[in-house]
């Protein structure tokens, strides 16, 4: 294959939230999701001499690897060499320079937007631009090598960076949104990786199955009646949708003091609702709010601890649909 450009080529991927059913996913039951394209890990490739070899670059983390000496599963180097498999290439000369605003460990997919985003790189250094199910597979790979029991939801909504419904073996379907809404993400500041609290549910799941069920079969009701509100418009009504799943992820083991106390804190300060997002225990929760809310919302966060809030619009859409389908 020689339709390699020379020139350097740059590719980026959204970061996402999991707007209801983490967790519960990983288990079958439906779950929600939002991109939050303001938030992007971003790859450049940039040609180098022939015969220098793949670098790869984290600018955030400092890591710098050569691909060829990479173990087989370290994350970054896997995005890279599946992608050029998938593509039949050699090992390229080239250094690929990642950075990345989605913090690691905190429930915003940041594996995943980093793998997503080394994909599209390689992709477009060669001349070519994937389909959003082609990252969202070799994405999955990376994923399965490093979280486990991954239900395939950060990949797809990074990939498709669209909200959708996620059911896991399933084609994603778009939702329908009928009113743009706005969120307030805060960071509890506690690093929390999502391998640990999957793990941690399913020793839980193990141990008391027929609770643990009752818990997922109650949050996939609440997935269902919010994707009614959002396809109506009825916002307010979301708020309550929130509260309840914090609750339920609560009973599952996975919220902490910090995301308990954030949560209230956001409602308190006027959010309609509030629970935490992604894997749990540390990591961000997100907060509903009307948007002349926001700022009030994300300063009470702030003064209660949170690290960092960062606002985000969800805009409506006009339809229905499943990308597999047409
Ligand atoms: C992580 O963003 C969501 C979890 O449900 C794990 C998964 O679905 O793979 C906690």
Same mark, same amino acid.
Request: aromatic fraction near 4%.
């Given at each position: 294959?020689?339709?390699? @450009? ?32 303001? $938030? #992007? /890990? ?5 040609? $180098?001499? +022939?015969?220098?070899? %793949?670098?790869? *670059? ?17 994350? &970054? ?10 593509? /039949? ?11 990345? !605003? ?15 985003? &080394? ?13 959003? *199910? ?24 990074? /990939? ?10 399933? +084609? ?33 799941? !193990? #141990? ?13 009701? $609440? ?5 009614? %509100? ?11 949708? $929130? ?6 992820? #609560? ?11 954030? =949560?209230? =804190? ?25 948007? !002349? ?14 690290? @960092?809030?960062? #606002? ?8 229905? *649909? ?5």
């Amino acid at each position: 294959m020689t339709t390699e @450009t020379r020139l350097p080529v740059e590719a980026s991927a959204c970061g996402k939230v999991i707007l209801l059913g983490e967790h519960a996913v990983v288990y079958g039951r439906p779950a929600l999701a939002a991109p939050v394209c303001g $938030l #992007r /890990a971003r790859a450049r490739a940039e040609p $180098l001499p +022939p015969g220098s070899g %793949c670098w790869i *670059e984290a600018l955030d983390t400092g890591e710098r690897l050569r691909l060829s000496e990479a173990p087989p599963d370290h994350p &970054l180097a896997m995005a890279v060499r599946l992608a050029l498999e998938h593509l /039949a290439l050699p090992e390229p000369d080239l250094r690929l320079v990642l950075r990345s !605003e989605l913090p690691i460990a905190s429930g915003l997919g940041s594996g995943a937007a980093v793998s997503a985003a &080394l994909v599209r790189a390689i992709f477009r250094w060669a001349g070519q631009s994937p389909d959003p *199910e082609l990252v969202s597979t070799l994405v999955y790979e990376v994923e399965k090598r490093h979280h486990g029991t991954p239900s395939g939801i950060d990949n797809t909504v990074i /990939a498709y960076e669209r909200p959708l419904r996620f059911v896991r073996g399933q +084609p994603p379907v778009f939702l329908a949104i009928a009113r743009p809404f706005t969120l307030v993400i805060a960071d509890s500041g506690i690093p929390s990786p999502t391998r640990e609290t999957v793990a941690a549910v399913r020793m839980g799941w !193990e #141990r008391e199955p027929d609770r643990y069920e009752r818990l997922f079969d109650a949050i996939a009701a $609440l997935v269902r009646e919010a994707e009614d %509100c959002l396809a109506s418009g009825r916002i307010e009504d979301l708020g309550p949708l $929130l509260d309840t799943n914090h609750q339920l992820l #609560r009973e599952l083991g996975v919220s902490s003091p910090a995301l308990d106390h954030l =949560t209230r =804190t956001a409602r308190e300060a006027g959010a309609l609702g509030a629970k935490l997002t992604g894997g749990g225990r540390g990591g961000h929760l997100i907060a509903l709010v009307r948007p !002349e809310q926001a700022e009030r919302v994300a300063r009470a966060l702030q003064a209660a601890g949170a690290r @960092t809030t960062y #606002r985000t619009e969800i805009p409506a859409t006009l339809s229905m *649909e499943s990308p597999l389908r047409h």
